[in-house]
């Protein structure tokens, strides 16, 4: 199996989390057909944002009919603490947004589930295609321009302060703005711009389990929303992990990565998985190394 593209960012994240996994899944994303209440649950949220800016109602209103019109289309069983966590980060999403529309530098527009791609040269100069869709593009009166990913998944540890900087998914919608295209109002579109990257979380953020690099445990997460400011040498270097990923992934390289075992799904289909101590950042160091092997 070798996968040519379009490189969506999910593939790299995949990969990093144990290509393995991904080659056994493959790269098609399936429509699960009997969703669970984790997957869907993402989606009412997105949903019910999406239309609250596209002016369909009120947002907590947009929630609930969404919640409900989910609940019975796939016979979910809602979970009430995640429901009462989602009206509570909803109603603090509106608040947030309002004051950032009223703030001197305000909100002037929003886009919403933009679509957009981009391409990276490899080493012999042909163009690697990424593609993807943006949660939301912010634009604001100074002209700044807001990338945004509504994070409704469980916060790993240090994803507040390190995620952001590891997210391969802004780094993808990000590098389409400042050097791709992004699909707006039926026309594809070059920004050209620098932007300012955002993860809105919506889940709480839980203390500490444990010690680490991040914080010590019992010590509170920190807020929210992570935000950075994308640089060109930022770009350049997005450029060359990805790059490392797509040859990876060109030349059949899906090693296991037994530290993610109790998570998988697919073990089953694994024979692989037992005693392996192979790690996806030691197998891409190693292919720096392959003459010959090129994107
Ligand atoms: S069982 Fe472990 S090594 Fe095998 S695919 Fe799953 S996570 Fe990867």
Redesign the pocket.
């Known amino acids: 199996m070798i996968f040519m593209g379009p490189y969506h960012p999910s593939h790299l994240n995949a990969w990093l ?8 899944e493959g790269f098609e994303r399936v429509d699960d057909p009997n969703p669970r209440w984790s997957t869907q649950f993402g989606t009412i949220i997105h949903e019910a944002i999406e239309h609250w800016h596209n002016g369909k109602g009120v947002l907590l209103d947009l929630f609930r009919k969404s919640l409900a019109d989910h609940t019975t289309r796939y016979h979910l069983e809602q979970k009430p603490d995640d429901v009462s966590m989602a009206t509570e980060a909803l109603a603090q999403y509106a608040k947030d947004f309002h004051a950032q529309c009223n703030a001197e530098n305000s909100v002037v527009s929003v886009r919403t589930e933009v679509k957009c791609r981009t391409t990276i040269l490899n080493s012999a100069g042909r163009e690697i295609k990424f593609e993807g869709t943006i949660d939301q593009i912010r634009r604001l009166n100074d002209g700044t321009i807001q990338v945004v990913d509504l994070k409704t998944g469980k916060v790993a540890d240090g994803f507040d302060y390190e995620g952001l900087r590891r997210s391969y998914q802004l780094w993808t919608y990000s590098h389409a703005i400042a050097r791709g295209e992004v699909f707006i109002d039926g026309v594809w579109q070059r920004l050209v711009s620098l932007p300012e990257a955002m993860i809105l979380h919506f889940r709480k953020f839980q203390p500490y389990k444990r010690n680490s690099q991040y914080g010590l445990k019992g010590e509170p997460r920190k807020g929210r929303v992570s935000q950075v400011w994308i640089t060109e040498e930022g770009l350049d270097s997005f450029e060359k992990r990805a790059l490392q990923i797509v040859r990876a992934l060109r030349f059949d390289i899906f ?13 089953a ?5 037992m005693g ?1 101590e192979l790690n996806q950042n030691e197998t891409l160091g190693a292919l720096e190394g392959i003459p010959g092997i090129q994107t």
């Open positions: 989390w144990c290509a393995k996994q991904l080659s056994i090693p296991p990565n037994p530290s993610k075992c109790s998570l998988c799904s697919v073990t289909k694994c024979s692989l998985s392996l």
